[in-house]
Structure formats: structure tokens, C-alpha cells
């Protein structure tokens, strides 16, 4: 199994244009989670997903952050308009049933 | 809220002794722990885990140990290296089926040579 799989792995982008990230999740967890990872706030879950259906987007900062899960494979992240203080590591995570997380490589994201 | 904290930010140690990375919980609710290991430009990676019913659990050269008392959590390497340098995470899980932990801060341990 190759992991979690996330792109881009790096992306620069101008303020106010419109990011997206994506993750492939392992084959068979019907869990998926998106993180953001900074230095000033650690790991915060934005928002997770349970057989492709959001459960909890509670940690979702704001409405220009979006997330979606048309299948069992494939997610998305989008922040549209982007803002410098987006700027962090993006986690996605899969897990089978109350199990342990697998985290994909993330992706880094810089807005100027 | 309740949540994760860590006592030490960083820990430095020589090539070949233990570390011991601790780790303090406040909801006493939390029934599954579970410790990461984050390398540089790598997401986090599962190390070992722990069940609020057994107080040590061991691994390949690691030990967690849970004191539900005092709601403390450590995670204990033997014969550390280089290649142990990271930051260390903490999760806790306060159940209720769903296994959807909280993370504290982290601690970064640096193995000198």
C-alpha cells in the first residue's frame, strides 16, 4: 500500500487565488481527516469525514475553507480567497474503525 | 476545553542513553492514548499506543507508560539515536466510539552523536 497519498506537495500562491489540495486515502479506512499544522498552533483538526460523509468541520477557520469527499477516494481541501495567515502544513489522515491514524506527507502551502 | 499538554519542548540527549518524553492530560475521560513520531518534512507517524485499562505497554525499544491518577503519559526510548531525533506527539481520545484524538503541542528531542 503506498500511504496517504497528498498534492501537491509544495504550493505558492498569490493572495486571494484559490488553493486546492487533494489526498487519496488508504484503500478501506472509512475515515478521513484534514489537519493544519503551525508552529504557533500545533495540529488542529479542520475537519473529518466518516464513509465520505463530513461528521465534524467545527475546526473549519472560516467559510473560505471548503472540504469534500465525492468518493471513497479522494478528497479535497479548497481555500478560496487564500490569505498569508493560511499559510501552513496540510495534513490529510485516513484510519479503519477506532484505530490509529496514518498520515499522508502533507502539503505546504504559502500565500504571498 | 480540556487538552493535551507536554511538559518539556525540547530534550536534548547523548547518542545511547534513554529519553523519556512526558506528556499530561486534563480530561479524565480519555480512554486511548497514543504517541507519534514527526520527522523533518514528514507527516506524523504512529509509534505505540496505550488503553486506559493497562498502565505500560512496550515496543521495539520504546515504553508508554500511563498513571490515570495523576493523568500522566511518557513515552520512554532505550539506547536512543540519531535517527530518534524528532518531535513527539501525544494524542488522547476520550471515546465514545469514534476514534478521533487531540493532539498536544509536541517535543522535539535532539540525539547528539
Known amino acids: 500500500d503506498a500511504g496517504v497519498i497528498q498534492s501537491p506537495r509544495h504550493e505558492v500562491t498569490e493572495m486571494g487565488q484559490e488553493v486546492t489540495l487533494r489526498c487519496k486515502p488508504i484503500?478501506?479506512?472509512?475515515?478521513l481527516f484534514w489537519y493544519r499544522q503551525t508552529m504557533m498552533r500545533g495540529l488542529e483538526l479542520l475537519i473529518y469525514?466518516?464513509?465520505?460523509?463530513?461528521?465534524?468541520d467545527s475546526g473549519m477557520p472560516e467559510d473560505r475553507f471548503s472540504a469534500k469527499m465525492p468518493n471513497a477516494s479522494f478528497s479535497t481541501l479548497k481555500i478560496q480567497p487564500s490569505e498569508p495567515r493560511d499559510s501552513a502544513v496540510y495534513f490529510c489522515?485516513?484510519?479503519?474503525?477506532?484505530?490509529?491514524?496514518?498520515f499522508g506527507s502533507g502539503t505546504r502551502l504559502t500565500v504571498v | 476545553g480540556e487538552s493535551v499538554g507536554l511538559h518539556l519542548p525540547t530534550l536534548s540527549v547523548q547518542e545511547g542513553d534513554n529519553s523519556i518524553i512526558n506528556c499530561a492530560y486534563s480530561?479524565?475521560?480519555?480512554?486511548?492514548f497514543i504517541w507519534y513520531k514527526q520527522e523533518s518534512g514528514k507527516g506524523p507517524q504512529f509509534i505505540i499506543d496505550?488503553?486506559?485499562?493497562?498502565d505500560k505497554r512496550q515496543g521495539q525499544r520504546v515504553t508508554v507508560l500511563l498513571n490515570k491518577t495523576v493523568k500522566h503519559l511518557s513515552l520512554q526510548i532505550a539506547a536512543t539515536q540519531p535517527g530518534d531525533s524528532a518531535v513527539y506527539f501525544c494524542?488522547?481520545?476520550?471515546?465514545?466510539?469514534?476514534?478521533?484524538?487531540?493532539f498536544g503541542r509536541g517535543t522535539s528531542l535532539i540525539v547528539h552523536p
Open positions: 489522515a485516513s484510519s479503519a474503525d477506532s484505530s490509529g491514524y496514518t
Open positions: 480530561n479524565s475521560a480519555s480512554d486511548y
Open positions: 484503500s478501506g479506512h472509512d475515515y
Open positions: 494524542a488522547e481520545n476520550i471515546g465514545g466510539g469514534s476514534y478521533i484524538p487531540t
Open positions: 496505550i488503553r486506559s485499562n493497562m
Open positions: 469525514f466518516n464513509n465520505n460523509v463530513p461528521i465534524d
